[in-house]
């Protein structure tokens, strides 16, 4: 005869399947909103990034100082501010309100510089001055959602999955960015009867218009709760970072890697001026350049997320790392057999560098994160991402040297420098702990699929 006991536990058991089937469903759907988050960015990319400003510059005539601004106004705007919202969010049960306003932030930015690209003829240094504070508030509003974000994915997305979520996002972005520098390319050359600079307002428009709606997606997700712990200040996040990277061996090694890479961007920008200015490349091949790139990063997605799935941390840096180095040779390369080559074989010979640039970002982007969320303990990620991040800010402060650099020294001690970094940083990555295992399925998958089928077979007449 069933007890009382029996009959309750039995309806327990029911409720607790019934919370389970709704949890699995509430997963699958931030998945899905995640991963359309990252795939229609792949729109905003060629259209917002680093790539057409400089072109837009170079367009202009502007100082060289501008375009090795671009990379370091970049990386003040994205990592500087994490610090502090590191300090704000670690804790908090909430962080997307931080996204939101991030968002705001962004799209105010984006307005800014289309309303600046297309009235730059009018006054070319006051109207440069407007875009470039509208560029650095963009970039602020995408440093500050940067913490919200990933603290958000950390929730949401479990380890042995979290390759595929990026993979996903990165592979669909690749698809995306491939059309719209397709789009850029056409846009740029003037082939659609848009002169500069409305070609280029037109371009920074559209990348507006996509990210209001790129941001609306995050913010469906929904946000599980946080258990509240008291948030430090910003100085006790400080605290909290220097002593993680003494305790923490994979910690310091990794942030070594990162400054490394970062000052090994000195050089990056300069590589699209050379080609245009030296090599004297035709603008029609930038947006076949960006579509190879983009076309690269976009297989590059779906190589990388089994391997970030799978492979321990140490072999993700080297990697990450190793394409980088390898990338920075190529352009060494590149500069320095420009002059015995003709104009017909420039342009191929050109291409490898943006072809190798795509694969190594690509690796960068999803080797990055996955490496830090597996390092980073459970609520410490605001305060790991954060004190990284503003150091490696703060690395790239010396990025804009590069254009002083190029006037001193020329292109090729320029690019033999960067070449030196990304040496370093790979040799620093391949010191990472070996001892990592590969990530496995977590053991609540089990007991999931039990519970649900205990679930049917309640309900089997």
């Not at 061996?249 to 970062?262: C, K, S």
Request: glycine share 10%; charged share 15%.
């Amino acid at each position: 005869m069933e007890t009382s006991q029996d009959r309750a536990a039995t309806t327990t058991q029911v409720i607790n399947a019934d919370e389970v089937v709704r949890g699995v469903a509430i997963a699958r759907r931030n998945f899905k909103l995640g991963v359309a988050n990252g795939v229609l960015g792949g729109l905003m990319d060629p259209l917002s990034g680093v790539f057409v400003i400089t072109l837009f510059l170079t367009t202009l005539n502007g100082p060289q100082f501008l375009v090795g601004l671009l990379p370091a106004m970049w990386s003040w705007g994205i990592l500087l501010p994490q610090m502090i919202v590191a300090g704000k969010v670690r804790g908090k049960r909430r962080v997307m309100p931080w996204y939101k306003g991030a968002a705001v932030i962004r799209v105010t930015g984006m307005v800014g510089m289309t309303v600046s690209a297309a009235v730059v003829l009018l006054n070319r240094d006051l109207v440069l001055l407007i875009f470039f504070v509208s560029y650095l508030v963009y970039a602020v509003g995408c440093g500050v959602s940067g913490i919200p974000f990933i603290e958000v994915v950390g929730k949401i997305v479990p380890d042995h999955r979290k390759g595929s979520f990026f993979g996903y996002r990165q592979f669909g972005s690749g698809a995306m960015s491939i059309f719209a520098s397709a789009v850029a390319g056409i846009v740029i050359a003037e082939h659609l009867g848009l002169k500069f600079p409305y070609n280029f307002a037109a371009m920074f428009g559209f990348a507006t218009i996509v990210g209001v709606i790129v941001f609306w997606l995050w913010t469906r997700v929904d946000e599980p709760d946080l258990v509240a712990v008291k948030a430090p200040e910003t100085a006790s996040v400080f605290k909290l970072g220097l002593r993680a990277l003494r305790s923490d061996r994979d910690y310091r090694l990794f942030t070594i890697v990162r400054l490394l890479a970062t000052f090994a961007g000195i050089a990056g920008p300069f590589y699209l001026v050379f080609v245009t200015k030296v090599m004297r490349v035709p603008l029609d091949a930038m947006g076949i350049y960006m579509m190879a790139s983009t076309g690269v990063s976009l297989f590059g997605g779906l190589l990388w997320a089994p391997v970030a799935n799978r492979t321990p941390r140490h072999k993700l840096i080297a990697i990450s790392t190793g394409l980088q180095f390898a990338n920075a040779i190529c352009s060494v390369l590149v500069i320095a057999l420009a002059g015995n080559l003709s104009a017909e074989i420039a342009p191929f010979a050109a291409a490898p560098v943006f072809l190798m640039g795509g694969l190594a970002s690509s690796a960068a982007v999803m080797f990055n994160d996955t490496t830090l969320l597996s390092i980073a303990p459970d609520g410490e990620r605001p305060t790991y991402f954060g004190f990284l991040n503003t150091l490696a800010g703060t690395a790239s402060f010396v990025l804009p040297l590069g254009g002083l650099m190029l006037e001193a020294w020329g292109y090729l001690p320029l690019f033999a420098l960067a070449t030196t970094l990304a040496a370093a940083a790979f040799l620093a990555a391949l010191s990472l702990s070996v001892s990592s295992a590969r990530l496995r399925r977590p053991s609540f998958i089990p007991r999931l699929t039990n519970a649900i089928s205990r679930r049917r077979a309640d309900k089997t007449p």
